[in-house]
């Protein structure tokens, strides 16, 4: 039996057994998600040849795995290269569509994306057959579609992957009886039969690696001990919640939003922070603002060696104990020129600040100045803020009316106008 098998079912505890309910009238075969089929899966053969072909040109090609993404997509490293694609290309499994795992977290999503990796891990020969001659992009024009072959060294004739998930509950059979599925009548069969024995997507059973109640931490608690939360074993995650603001963004080629939320100790003037990944800009939670201080709620996952939260369901319009959504507006802000205005930053961005009064009191010192916050289409009016930090007794500013200076300062209290910069070094001179 598979190695994610085994695992999933170490962890479900199935008090019924696999046997149907005597009050149906018979003795049907219900599935305790721990049990690997291949029947359907197995009467489906690979007939075209791959010998010395390109994916890309002949539709047809072999390979190994690149990287794993989820349960419906995979990076592979051609055999044969395109003189001008090259030798990689991101799969999109085609007929199927398992829950997500990745930007947002979904039930069964991290079972599918281990079976899938377990079946590779274990695979002796790939063969990657596209849906067309050459091979077509998905309707985000960043994915090849296509169906995966392997063979391994138990069983030497090649089965196709995409069927093989089908078969075994972690997606539907997303095909139409058309030319374009010619496999149609294998997946109908192979996702009959799941629904039959009412097999993980069709099971009222719950996802051992799925987590589904947060539990409460900080960011500072989760820094300091990470598999608290995070089964390294499983690769999977609990469900967090914590108050954080999102101090930067990084979209990345593809399009993909990692925040960096941070949490601020006023009393020691440290920071803790964390990634906070929301996905592609579809996602409503690729949308929050920087400087807002928001509930967290999200799973833990591990991204090429770094703990990030995936996942976050926010809400703008029903903030709720189990969802993402605003705890205070205008919390962290930066006052500086020289950042750029994204629509990411609007709320919170504001021009140098210049001087208009300085005193200090003790350990305290409050400067009163002006600022200009940054538009699309230029900066707005001055508007005037207040500033305290603390500063060593004895302290002299360098700083004097008429000075400008560049500084990131937080509103810890939304109902007052004072606001708190957490160190006199953070203050830049211009």
Not at 184 to 195: L, V
Not at 205 to 225: Q, R, W
Not at 352 to 360: G, P, S
Request: aromatic residues 12%.
């Amino acid at each position: 039996m598979k190695k994610i098998l085994r695992i999933i079912g170490a962890l479900v505890i199935v008090c019924c057994g696999v046997l149907g309910l005597s009050a149906c009238g018979e003795n049907k075969k219900v599935a305790d998600n721990t049990e690997y089929y291949d029947a359907v899966t197995k009467t489906l053969k690979l007939q075209k040849s791959y010998t010395d072909k390109c994916f890309y040109s002949d539709g047809i090609g072999s390979a190994k795995v690149a990287s794993f993404t989820d349960g419906d997509t995979t990076l592979f490293r051609l055999d044969k290269a395109d003189p001008v694609l090259g030798d990689t290309v991101n799969i999109r499994y085609y007929s199927i569509d398992t829950p997500e795992s990745t930007g947002s977290v979904e039930k069964w999503g991290k079972a599918a994306s281990l079976f899938v990796q377990s079946q590779l891990t274990s695979a002796t020969e790939i063969v990657l057959e596209a849906t067309g001659v050459p091979a077509v992009k998905d309707s985000y024009g960043t994915r090849y579609l296509g169906y995966v072959w392997y063979k391994t060294a138990d069983y030497g004739e090649f089965k196709n992957l995409n069927l093989e998930i089908v078969e075994n509950g972690f997606s539907e059979n997303k095909g139409i009886n058309t030319n374009a599925y010619p496999y149609f009548n294998k997946f109908k069969e192979a996702n009959e039969f799941a629904a039959s024995i009412q097999l993980r997507l069709y099971s009222e059973l719950d996802d051992p690696l799925y987590s589904t109640d947060p539990v409460d931490t900080s960011i500072k608690e989760f820094n300091e001990n990470p598999l608290a939360f995070y089964n390294e074993e499983f690769d999977a995650g609990s469900k967090i919640r914590f108050t954080a603001y999102l101090k930067s963004i990084t979209i990345s080629a593809s399009g993909t939003h990692t925040f960096v939320a941070e949490q601020y100790d006023p009393e020691t003037g440290k920071t803790y922070s964390l990634n906070v990944y929301t996905g592609y800009n579809s996602s409503p939670a690729s949308s929050m603002k920087l400087g807002h201080l928001y509930q967290i709620v999200g799973s833990v996952q591990k991204h090429y060696g770094v703990y990030q939260i995936a996942g976050p369901v926010y809400s703008a319009l029903y903030p709720a104990d189990d969802n993402t959504h605003i705890k205070q507006r205008d919390y962290y802000w930066t006052f500086n020129s020289g950042v750029g205005y994204t629509s990411h930053n609007s709320a919170t961005l504001y021009s140098d600040i210049t001087v208009t009064d300085l005193k200090i009191d003790g350990t305290v010192m409050t400067v009163t100045g002006s600022a200009q916050q940054c538009k699309s289409s230029g900066y707005a009016d001055a508007k005037s803020f207040t500033f305290e930090v603390k500063v060593p007794a004895g302290y002299t500013s360098e700083l004097k009316v008429g000075d400008k200076f560049s500084v990131n300062a937080y509103k810890l209290d939304g109902t007052k106008d004072t606001m708190t910069i957490s160190d006199v070094k953070n203050i830049v001179k211009k």
